[in-house]
């Protein structure tokens, strides 16, 4: 007795170049891209334990959270990653995990950014921006908030950053020993808030151009060289930075 195996190559779904639709509520036939398929159909089947339910609501309510921080706060979770926006706000909603209901004192800011707020504690800081608005014939949208950062920049005594509504100052800088010559890094920084509250971004694009705006308005503040309005190039700093304070 001799048994014959034939094999056959199906060219389409079920013999037909054209079969589509549902067969018997389990399969589906159907052509995509021109190239004929064949899906099983299945049931949705919640398979949700109750405590993933509990942390995707925990989870969503981070992301609310976060968009509720503001800027300010936003850009410190996004400098202690290298001003990376991504990580920053997955250690942000890492934290509103860990945390979520027992938030540590100095919460929502990171541990290792907020040591100090310093922002009180300049005297007169008020009379800084008086000096600089008079001196660039620009008013700032916002008071720019000061944080002493208990970290080192190599070369550097200050840091302003984006959008212009906070700057830093590290364990180096003559700020954190109330040196005479901390009154340059403070008009610095506050002109370099200035523009960038207006618009005017210290990005790779200017950064050239950033700096030395901020640092000559600086020496004129701290000589009392108020009058003429400062220009660079000709131009003031209402027309390097015209965008207008934000509503």
């Not at 399969?27 to 899906?39: D, I, P, R, S, T």
């Not at 944080?147 to 180096?172: C, K």
Request: glycine share 8%.
């Amino acid at each position: 007795m001799f048994i014959y195996v034939i094999m056959v190559k199906i060219i389409g779904p079920l013999f037909s170049e054209e079969a589509k639709g549902v067969f018997a509520n389990t399969l589906f036939y159907g052509k995509q891209n021109g190239v004929n398929f064949a899906k099983m159909l299945f049931n949705k089947v919640k398979r949700r334990a109750p405590l993933q339910s509990i942390q995707r609501t925990i989870f969503k309510e981070g992301m609310e959270a976060w968009k509720l921080l503001g800027p300010v706060v936003q850009s410190l979770w996004h400098f202690q990653n290298r001003l990376q926006p991504r990580q920053g706000r997955c250690d942000f909603l890492t934290v509103w995990m860990l945390n979520h209901g027992e938030p540590w004192n100095l919460y929502p800011i990171p541990r290792n950014i907020n040591t100090i707020d310093f922002t009180d504690r300049i005297a007169s800081y008020s009379d800084f921006m008086d000096d600089v608005e008079e001196l660039t014939g620009l008013l700032f949208c916002d008071t720019p908030e000061v944080y002493y950062m208990a970290f080192v920049w190599y070369g550097m005594d200050g840091i302003s950053f984006l959008p212009g509504y906070f700057w830093g100052f590290p364990q180096n800088s003559p700020l954190a020993f109330d040196k005479p010559s901390g009154d340059l890094v403070i008009y610095r920084e506050l002109a370099h808030c200035l523009l960038m509250q207006h618009g005017f971004p210290a990005n790779h694009a200017n950064t050239l151009d950033h700096g030395f705006m901020a640092q000559e308005v600086a020496v004129r503040c701290v000589a009392g060289d108020l009058t003429p309005v400062y220009t660079y190039q000709g131009k003031t700093f209402s027309e390097w930075a015209p965008d207008s304070c934000p509503a």
